[in-house]
């Protein structure tokens, strides 16, 4: 599955991860994991979870990959933190300043 994540065409596999989402508007941001991220992902663009449904349509804006779900369960936790939060959000910043630069 082809997914375009910070402005770049990623394959994306069906193994364990950790993932952000973002909504249309910018304004919210979706942490998860997952034990096969093409699956989730396919759920969240249906409308199966509960948090994201009435917030569609989403970017994923970040993801990596673990070798078991527990791992990516950690890197969820830690993305949900305070200092996971600000971690993300300069991630993100970054990503959009360097997407700025190449137009």
């Given at each position: 599955m082809q997914e375009v994540v910070s402005g770049a065409i990623t394959v994306i596999e069906p193994k364990p991860a950790a993932y952000v989402l973002l909504n249309a508007a910018g304004d919210y941001l979706y942490k998860g994991s997952c034990r096969?991220?093409?699956k989730r992902l396919a759920d969240h663009r249906a409308g199966?979870?509960?948090h994201t449904k009435n917030r569609r349509p989403l970017t994923l804006v970040y993801h990596e990959y673990h070798e078991t779900y527990t791992e990516a369960?950690?890197?969820e936790n830690f993305l949900k933190?305070?200092?996971g939060r600000?971690?993300?959000k300069d991630y993100i910043a970054r990503v959009a300043k360097w997407q700025t630069q190449q137009t």
């Open positions: 096969d991220l093409v199966r979870v509960a369960r950690q890197r933190s305070g200092q600000k971690w993300l």
